[in-house]
């Protein structure tokens, strides 16, 4: 059975940098597309980054150019970049793994239990 852990998040300044990492265990065949998350509390959760399993990659609008994900094939391991961090990036952000290449949420079903990321302005 697929699962996802997700570690690196924490409090830092606007403008400062955090990478997160998705441990992925049981996909031993690569099938799966990868996605990162982000929620506030009493929000939508919305798509910031997803990875197909061809390597293509895909990013909402506000995080262009900011953040870069990735996948090492060897480790298993999805990373998310993030630079230039504002306090509207402050959120939990969750990993999750689907069949599908997409941003929506509906379309993953395996989840992390999610790491808070808060920036200080």
């Known amino acids: 059975q697929v699962q996802v852990v997700e570690s690196g998040g924490g409090l830092v300044q606007a403008g400062g940098s955090l990478s997160l990492s998705c441990a992925i265990s049981?996909?031993?065949?690569?099938?799966?597309?990868m996605c990162w998350f982000r929620q506030v509390e009493g929000k939508e959760r919305e798509g910031v980054a997803a990875?197909?399993?061809?390597?293509?990659?895909t990013y909402t609008d506000s995080v262009k150019g900011r953040f870069t994900i990735s996948k090492d094939n060897a480790k298993n391991t999805l990373v998310l970049q993030m630079n230039n961090l504002k306090p509207e990036d402050t959120a939990m952000y969750y990993c999750?793994?689907?069949?599908?290449?997409?941003?929506?949420?509906?379309?993953?079903?395996?989840w992390g239990q999610g790491t808070q990321v808060t920036v200080s302005s």
């Open positions: 049981g996909d031993t065949e690569r099938n799966y597309c």
């Open positions: 990875i197909g399993r061809d390597g293509s990659t």
């Open positions: 999750a793994a689907g069949r599908t290449y997409s941003l929506v949420p509906q379309h993953f079903s395996l």
